[in-house]
């Protein structure tokens, strides 16, 4: 079974720095691949950054370019999100993702997917 | 960036009714349109990829369908398990960007 899970989420002042991991299990890791997509409680999606199966591809959202930085460890299967000059709209559920399509060189090819999703880590950014 | 709208944004509606969801791109996208399933609570779950292809886990009474900017979600019989909030996601081009969502609740 694939499995994601996340962890690092909590409260955390403005304009300070946090740090998630997602530990992925069941795949080939270095296969695919992997997300951060974000979720405002109560609110809709919003995909935040993406990186491909040997981290020589990176993409992120406008909202969080140049603050956040995607990352990963495939030797410990793990992806990273490193979250600087963190705002109160960054307050969110964080869910890491996997990519649908094997070895894509792109972070986000035409026709890929999110499958599995974390069962998220929520991030509260307020004084 | 690709914008992704959905309607209605709520329904409330009855075990065994059939229920339509649509998704509307403001470009083309081919047949490019993911519909991901989320209950309260929990992770999104993909339901379906490339417009009409069902994952494993889902039921036939969902199904998927359009091409170009209009797209639908069907569930034929609704069950009580299918009262969720849907999001279609378009995967034509990058930044991936998601609908606002449909919310499906019990009439």
């Known amino acids: 079974e694939e499995k994601l899970v996340e962890s690092g989420g909590g409260l955390v002042q403005p304009g300070r720095s946090l740090r998630l991991s997602c530990a992925a299990s069941g795949f080939t890791f270095d296969d695919y691949a992997m997300h951060w997509v974000r979720q405002v409680p109560g609110k809709g999606l919003e995909w935040v950054a993406g990186?491909?199966?040997?981290?020589?591809?990176?993409a992120y959202a406008d909202s969080v370019k140049g603050r956040f930085t995607i990352s990963r460890d495939n030797a410990k299967n793990s992806l990273y999100l490193q979250m600087n000059t963190l705002r109160p709209e960054d307050t969110a559920f964080y869910y890491c993702?996997?990519?649908?399509?094997?070895?894509?060189?792109?972070?986000?090819?035409?026709?890929?997917?999110?499958?599995?999703w974390g069962q998220g880590s929520l991030v509260t950014v307020s004084s | 960036d690709i914008q992704m709208t959905q309607s209605p944004s709520s329904l409330s509606a009855s075990v065994g009714d059939r229920v339509t969801l649509t998704c509307r791109a403001s470009?083309?996208?081919?047949?490019?349109l993911n519909w991901y399933q989320q209950k309260p609570g929990k992770a999104p779950k993909l339901l379906i990829s490339?417009?009409?292809s069902l994952q494993s886990w889902v039921p036939p009474r969902f199904s998927g369908s359009g091409s170009g900017k209009d797209f639908t979600l069907t569930i034929s019989s609704l069950q009580p398990e299918d009262f969720a909030t849907y999001y279609c996601q378009q995967s034509y081009s990058s930044p991936p960007v998601f609908g606002p969502g449909t919310k499906v609740d019990l009439k």
């Open positions: 993702a996997k990519s649908g399509l094997y070895a894509s060189g792109s972070p986000f090819p035409s026709g890929d997917w999110f499958d599995p």
């Open positions: 990186i491909n199966w040997n981290s020589g591809s990176v």
């Open positions: 490339g417009t009409s």
């Open positions: 470009q083309t996208i081919s047949s490019f």
